[in-house]
C-alpha cells in the first residue's frame, strides 16, 4: 500500500505563510492600532477630566456661585462607566474580525489590541 497519497496533517496548514499572514498578521495589526489609539485617548480624556477637577477647585475656592452643587463622585463614576462601555464594546468588535473565512476569528486582534494598549 502505497502512502504518499495521504494528505498532510491539520497543523501544516496553519504553519502555512499566507494563512498566517492574512489571517493572524493582518487582524493583529488592526487590534495594535485600535489598543495604541485607545490608551491614548483615554490619557486625553484623564487629562481633560483632572483639569476639569482643577478647575472647579479653584472656583470653588474662589467662591464663585453654582460650583459648590457638583458630585465630584458621581463625575468619576459616569466616567468610569463610560470607559467600561467603550471597552466592552471594542472587544466585542475586535473579537469579530475575520480575514477571509477561515475558523480563526479575533484572537489575534485581541492580542494586537493588549499589545498596542501596552506600547500606547
Known sequence: MNNNHLAPPLFADILNPDFLLGNVGGPFVIGLAVGFFAKKMLKIALFC?????????VLQYFDFKGSHNINLQEVGDSFIGSVKHGF???KERLSTIQSGNKPIQGGSALAGFFVGFKLG
Open 49 to 57: 477630566l483632572g483639569a476639569g477637577v482643577v478647575v472647579l477647585f
Open 88 to 90: 466592552e464594546l471594542l
